[in-house]
């Protein structure tokens, strides 16, 4: 059972590339999260999938698609990548949303210069 | 709209003291509050949370908070602080109105434990 899991890990980019994030759960949880952690700012929500076939904005969703592929896969798109874009993220899932704990998976960090 | 405050982005107390993290939330109607713990390269996990119920809530590696609903408070507390509680802590809230509410969660605490 791996819980929640990431890729890639370790990112770098240059202004105006584009590239996907995945996550992908093992849980069979309904909801899915993606995140940005900031030095000072705690956790961001960007998107989220309350359950699968719906997706609906976060607090910080500017320049960031998302897709739920099926109920274990959820990907986060930068499509031109921005200098403010740098930060760590992290993709989580609960079964019930209004309720229950968010499982993290590892984060990944991502760069762009 | 609620809102979470930890109070002090970073306390540090001795191996062996009392740990306090203080969280605080502004809701009309009381909220589901949680506890994550961040070690460091590594995602969040749960501590313990408060849904109904005892207001003295327990978690894992001896952490416990307590719900004061006068105060509007989540405290976090371990009577002694461990070397490896060294991490960075996270209050966060979800709105216990009904229907999908989205999770808020505070600006995080990191604690230092000194030897």
């Known amino acids: 059972n791996a819980g929640v899991t990431q890729t890639p890990k370790f990112q770098v980019l240059k202004t105006g590339q584009s590239m996907t994030l995945q996550c992908a759960q093992d849980m069979n949880h309904n909801s899915m999260y993606w995140y940005r952690q900031d030095p000072g700012m705690g956790l961001r929500l960007i998107y989220y999938s309350a359950s699968e076939g719906t997706t609906d904005k976060g607090e910080v969703p500017n320049g960031y698609n998302v897709s739920r592929l099926n109920k274990r896969e959820f990907s986060l798109r930068l499509e031109s990548a921005a200098p403010s874009q740098t930060s760590v993220y992290f993709c989580?899932?609960?079964?019930?949303?209004?309720?229950?704990?968010?499982?993290f998976g590892p984060g990944t960090r991502l760069t762009v210069l | 709209a609620q809102s979470v405050t930890q109070l002090g982005s970073h306390v540090s107390v001795s191996e062996g003291a009392l740990v306090l993290l203080r969280c605080n939330y502004s809701?009309?109607?009381?909220?589901?509050l949680f506890w994550y713990v961040q070690y460091p390269n590594q995602g969040l996990q749960l501590l313990l949370k408060y849904t109904t119920g005892a207001t003295l809530v327990k978690g894992i590696n001896g952490f416990e908070a307590e719900f004061k609903k006068s105060e509007t408070s989540f405290h976090l507390t371990k009577p002694s602080a461990h070397m490896s509680d060294a991490a960075e802590y996270f209050c966060?809230?979800?709105?216990?109105?009904?229907?999908?509410?989205?999770?808020?969660f505070g600006t995080g605490t990191k604690l230092q434990v000194i030897p």
């Open positions: 809701s009309s109607v009381p909220p589901y």
């Open positions: 966060a809230v979800i709105p216990s109105s009904g229907g999908y509410q989205k999770v808020t």
């Open positions: 989580a899932s609960s079964y019930n949303p209004s309720t229950d704990t968010q499982y």
